[in-house]
DNA sequence: GAAATAAACGATAATCTTTATTAAATTAGT
DNA sequence: ACTAATTTAATAAAGATTATCGTTTATTTC
C-alpha cells in the first residue's frame, strides 16, 4: 500500500516535521510539491497510514486531531499558550497494558496521555 | 456563577449518568426536563461548567468529546467496539505534575490518560 | 417588592473539521 | 502498451461546535 506519490510526500511531512501538526498543517505544506493536492487526498492518506500503524493519531481536547511520526511509546504535552506540542517520556507508562488487562479484563489497542499546561517558554515570557 | 434552571439541569444529568455523555446526549436527556432547550444552550453550559473545573471534558480519537461529572484524578478506556467509557484508576499517574515540572519546566494544569480496546464483555461475545 | 442591570436562554446561522461521492488520472501487473 | 485496480482532485455533504441576537430570566439596588 505504498504507491501515489502524494501519499509518500504527505508522510514525509509528517515524519520529517516533529511539530505534530494537524492535517490542515500537512495540507498546506503538501501544496508546496503539489499545488492542487485536495485536503480530502490529505484526510484520507493519513488516516490509512494511521490505521497501518506507520503514523499516530494523537487527539486534545481542544482543536483538531494532530499526526506524529514517531511511532515509538510516548507521550504529550500542549502547551494552552502558545499551542506548541512537546514529547514526552514516562517510563511508568510503559507497562499499563498488562496493568490493564490484568486489572480490568481489557485488551489495550493504544493508549495516549495528553497533557495540559504551559511551556517554560511561555512562562519565562510571561514573567518578563 | 451558578443559577439558571437549565444550568442546574445540564450540571445533574452528568454528575448523575456516569456514562460519560456526549453534549448531545445531555442535550436528550435534559429535553425530558426542557423540551425546548437548545444544544446551544448544552455546549455553552457544558463549557463553562468545565472551565470551572465542575466538570470535566474528556477527548477520545474518533468521536465527539465526553463530559465528566467526577474530577478527583481517575483515566478512561474508550472500547473501539461498543464504545463506551470506563473509569481506571492508575496510581503510578497521580505524581505525573511533579515529574513533568521537574523534568521538563512544564505547569501541568490537567492531564488525561485515554486509553482504547476492547471491553471485558465485547472479548466475551466475541468468542461466542 | 418593583425597577434597573446583568446574565442566560432559544432559535438559528455560521464555522470548522472531517468524511463521502464521482469522474478523471495514475499505478501495477501482464 | 493494455487492462484492472487504486488514487486523485473537486466538490458536496455530514457532523460537531461556536457565534449572533432579540427575548427571557435571574440578580442587585433601592
Known sequence: MNYSQQRNCILNIVVSNPIHPTAEQ?????RRSYPNISLGTVY??????SEHGILKK????YGSVRFDG??????HMVCTHCGKVFDVELEELLSIKEKLSDMYGFDVINYEVSIQGICKECKNTEIA
Open 58 to 61: 494523537i487527539c486534545s481536547s
Open 26 to 30: 500537512v495540507y498546506e505544506i503538501a
Open 70 to 75: 514517531r511511532t515509538d511509546p510516548h507521550f
Open 44 to 49: 484520507r492518506n493519513l488516516n490509512q497510514l
